[in-house]
């Protein structure tokens, strides 16, 4: 049983590109997370999905941020117009439930903007 | 509103000896409670649980912690390191009430080993 796999591991593009970053959850998993860690910091919560819609949105930049996970296939954050600042790791995660399920990690998506 | 504090950034220990990590918690709910373990340029792997069962919660790889709400804490322990458990820990609150899955994570801390 695979885990959460993240692709790609990583990511270069110059200021202004678009970041596409792909999130497929662990197999009867139904529930999605997306978290940022900046350098030297904890992870953030960004966003929480269910399939075809967005449940929280909480932590997600009001701007360029989107994300989204479709019916078939997997979860994407897209990150339009990058700056410097949007270089970190991007991790998903996803469960069964939304709550009282543990959460299991993918190994990250590291971006770098130059 | 929840939140978590890793009252120690960076804690350095010799190989067999005790790792203390000190994890303090504020939450307006029942809270479950985790650690997970991030070595370098990995992603998380989650040593243990709590979920409003047992206050001693035992984890992978000799791990454990102690849920204490008189306390608001959840210190993870190890009787003895290992040079493997040089990694970033994660100290982090859920709340199952209001939050779904949503998880706040501590600043983290850093853990040495020393032969």
């Known amino acids: 049983n695979a885990g959460v796999m993240q692709n790609p591991r990583h990511l270069v593009r110059r200021r202004g590109q678009e970041a596409r970053l792909r999130c497929s959850p662990m197999k009867g998993h139904s529930h999605v997370y997306w978290y940022r860690q900046l350098p030297e910091e904890g992870l953030k919560f960004m966003v929480y999905?269910?399939?075809?819609?967005?449940?929280?949105e909480s932590g997600m930049p009001k701007e360029r941020f989107s994300a989204e996970f479709p019916k078939e296939g997997p979860s994407i954050l897209r990150i339009q117009q990058v700056v410097r600042g949007d270089s970190a790791a991007y991790f998903c995660?996803?469960?069964?439930?939304?709550?009282?399920?543990?959460?299991?990690f993918g190994e990250g998506s590291w971006l770098t903007v130059v | 509103a929840q939140s978590v504090t890793q009252l120690d950034s960076h804690v350095s220990v010799s190989e067999g000896t005790p790792v203390l990590l000190r994890c303090n918690y504020s939450s307006s709910y029942s809270p479950s409670l985790f650690w997970y373990v991030q070595h370098p340029n990995k992603g998380l792997q989650l040593l243990l649980k709590?979920?409003?069962?047992?206050?001693l919660v035992k984890g992978i790889n000799g791990f454990e912690a102690e849920f204490k709400k008189s306390e608001t804490s959840f210190h993870l322990t190890k009787p003895s390191a290992h040079m493997s458990d040089a990694a970033e820990y994660f100290c982090v609150v859920s709340d199952n009430y209001n939050q779904g899955g949503k998880l706040i994570f501590g600043q983290g801390t850093e853990l040495s080993v020393k032969p």
């Open positions: 999905l269910q399939k075809e819609n967005i449940i929280d």
């Open positions: 709590y979920t409003s069962a047992a206050t």
């Open positions: 995660a996803s469960s069964r439930e939304s709550s009282g399920n543990t959460i299991y």
